[in-house]
């Protein structure tokens, strides 16, 4: 049963729209409220793995373009999914990861409604150009809390608590060379090497305080930094960089900045662009679900907005994907977009 307070909060945030995609409150993202002991934070709102886990097999039989599998398991054995559409090989490919830190759960919330949203008649004729992998929840366990040290110290309550680690607390995210997790193997093995991926957006949350030009960020992005990358593949991660920040920073509601991320190609932002020769970008959405830190965590009144920009970002990608706009992208604008800052404490 879909959970009836983060339905209100995503209906919240439609209805100040003027079309599904458009445009609410200006500045509503990058002003919405911090944690800062005052906010309640309810794990309880946001989809569970068992109910993520039932979404997706019941879109599965709804959509006719669909198809889910099973790519391996977590260490704490269970299922990691892959929701695909693809009706011709030879069309580009673009992958979504979300949740490769399992307490950043909003990122997946909207990868949800991204793919409810793929099966109407609003997307009617896109996939007709484009093949869309979406891998919604990699860091299973570590979404759930069930993991092998202590998560006391963590904000949120709830039914449970959500950590960045998988549940021999090592992060996903740093495991892209080695590949000894059973969360990365399975990425690797039965999604990279499998399928023939132009383009990825991996998905993720920063802390709360990060800003831009003296305005905190709603998120920000990075394409692949590491030297060894190919040249054309960091050219074609810019211009998805691009699709992505028209779509959101101009509507208002929307304030990107550019991360300040490292060159290690155990990320994969650096690792998967070298290795597979993908073009990759980075979205770090603002603020977490959960942590120990409260500077990291947003107040859940910004969740709907979020998932907004979520579901924003992924229609747009794969639009201009499907009719070939993102080749002509200009990306001169990351010459002159800022590097966030994290704002002092107040």
Request: a negative charge; glycine letters at 8%; hydrophobic letters at 35%.
């Amino acid at each position: 049963m879909k959970k009836t307070v983060l339905t209100l909060s995503i209906a919240g945030a439609m209805m100040l729209s003027v079309s599904p995609f458009g445009s609410p409150v200006a500045n509503a993202v990058g002003n919405g409220p911090t944690y800062g002991g005052n906010e309640t934070i309810n794990t309880s709102i946001l989809h569970t793995y068992d109910e993520m886990a039932d979404y997706l097999k019941k879109q599965d039989v709804k959509q006719q373009d669909m198809k889910l599998e099973v790519i391996g398991q977590s260490i704490k054995g269970r299922d990691l999914y892959l929701a695909k559409y693809i009706k011709n090989p030879k069309n580009p490919t673009i992958l979504f990861l979300t949740q490769q830190h399992g307490n950043e759960q909003l990122t997946t919330e909207g990868a949800l409604e991204f793919i409810k949203h793929l099966g109407t008649d609003k997307m009617k004729g896109v996939t007709d150009g484009v093949n869309i992998l979406i891998v919604p929840m990699l860091n299973a366990d570590g979404a759930m809390g069930d993991v092998d040290f202590s998560l006391d110290d963590y904000i949120a309550k709830g039914d449970r608590n959500l950590t960045r680690y998988n549940a021999a607390e090592v992060d996903l995210n740093r495991d892209h060379i080695t590949k000894i997790q059973p969360e990365t193997k399975a990425l690797h093995n039965n999604v990279m090497k499998k399928y023939n991926i132009d383009y990825m957006i991996d998905l993720h949350h920063q802390g709360a305080m990060s800003e831009r030009d003296g305005k905190l960020v709603s998120g920000s992005i990075l394409y692949p930094t590491t030297p060894n990358a190919d040249p054309e593949v960091v050219q074609k991660s810019k211009q998805l960089g691009a699709v992505v920040f028209d779509a959101i920073d101009e509507k208002g509601w929307g304030h990107l900045g550019k991360y300040n991320g490292g060159s290690a190609e155990t990320i994969s932002r650096n690792g998967i662009a070298v290795e597979y020769g993908i073009s990759t970008l980075l979205f770090e959405m603002r603020g977490m679900s959960d942590h120990e830190y409260e500077s990291y965590v947003l107040g859940q009144k910004s969740n709907g907005y979020l998932i907004k920009q979520t579901v924003t970002t992924l229609d747009a990608t794969v639009r201009a994907i499907a009719d070939r706009s993102i080749e002509s992208k200009d990306t001169s604008f990351w010459d002159s977009l800022s590097y966030q800052t994290t704002r002092p404490s107040e």
